[in-house]
């Protein structure tokens, strides 16, 4: 259970000596309550404060790494069961599978696509992550094949997924330096995965069927001393994983059950409905996505699903400041201000495009707030416009000194006009009006 900041000031020294950067201990005690704080920034805490510090402001999910490089997967360290508490912190992980039935042109064809495919969306590229290994065959040989068809063409993060530990070790052999997932120990070869992962410095998902056999490996595979565990809920239906899953969770922002305090891998192919698995695992807590196949219509909408789940609520997406051109906009060309909310960005952008006027778009530092909240906190003012103007160098860009804003951020047009010296034209609230007024105002 997390502390509360008057129980961790009791384990503090109370010498408010300052040396942690805070003028007191409780003000340290209450920024460790709130995760702003390490208690290793005191350097007079007894070893039992240490340990239920430790413990205490720990995440309560752990922080796990696959792969390696700069496509690697980072997954857990959550801290809350809802997203409004705070934020969710590392999207899961979708992995593509391929077996050792396959081709090795097969085999590659899909790893290709999962190396290459981007969606963009609001200046976000996203992408799947890895490439899931199945052993169907049951020989080692194939296994190892197919994984080094995958590492022939791409260094994507990858899970093995070998029952046999026999077929897992062929596998390792191929891959072993590249942190791969193992997947996965049961409670009849957690002591040989263990090993396995102990040697090649692994994650290891574990799988049992049901949470308190689930609870009990982990304890097992803890004192096989491999702390960096992944649980595989096994669940046979959408329902069972989606109870399982938040069971999971609970359990684990509780801090009730320490050994379920591991991320959680969803294998869509065992339910029978792989679509809605998926879905339920970006939604309700999933971190590692197995899927075999995956239509265009799916992909999109589980990216961008992802994308909306795990953006913090409380940091709006910004784009950075600067003067972006819309086609080759020449000396007459226009030039638009607005704020650098991403949203606002590339709506403005995508109208501006269809409107075929080139024009340079000013864009200012708000904090990534929209135009109207901007205007009301006085995030948006006339120095800021100024000060953008002179730092793009806009007078060198066009010939003229007209400036369109927002619609919404008319009260400022006199004040923009006195501080900069240009003409303010006061552009529509709606950028899908901005051709209109480009044709009228601007051409006319
Ligand atoms: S360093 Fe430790 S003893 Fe000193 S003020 Fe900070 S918490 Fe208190």
Redesign the pocket.
Known sequence: MALKPLEIYKL?????????G?P??LT?AMKLAGGKAKPEA???LDENAKTILGASTRPPVRKIRIGVGERAVTIGEELVQFRHEKSFFHEPGIFMAVTDLMTPGAIQERVIFVRDEILTRVGTDLRLNGIAVRSVNGSPTAFTKAVEAVEAVADLPEVLMAGDPAVMEAGLSVCGNYRPLLHAATSSQYWEMCRLAKKYACPLAIRADSLDALAELSGLCSAEGIENLVLDLSSLSLSEQLNRSTAVRQHAVSRKTPALGHPVCIDTAVSGLPDAALIAGVTKFGSVLICDDLSSASRKALLVLRQNIYTDPQKPIQITPGLYRVGSPGKDAPVLLTVNFSLTFFTLQGYLEASRVPCFMLIVDTEGLSVLTAVASGKLQETLVRDAIAKYNLSAEVAHKRLIIPGYAAPLSGRIEDATGWKVLVGPRDAADISEFLEKEWKG
């Open positions: 503090l020294p109370k010498k408010n000596c300052k040396e942690c805070d007191t201990c340290f005191c350097p007079y």
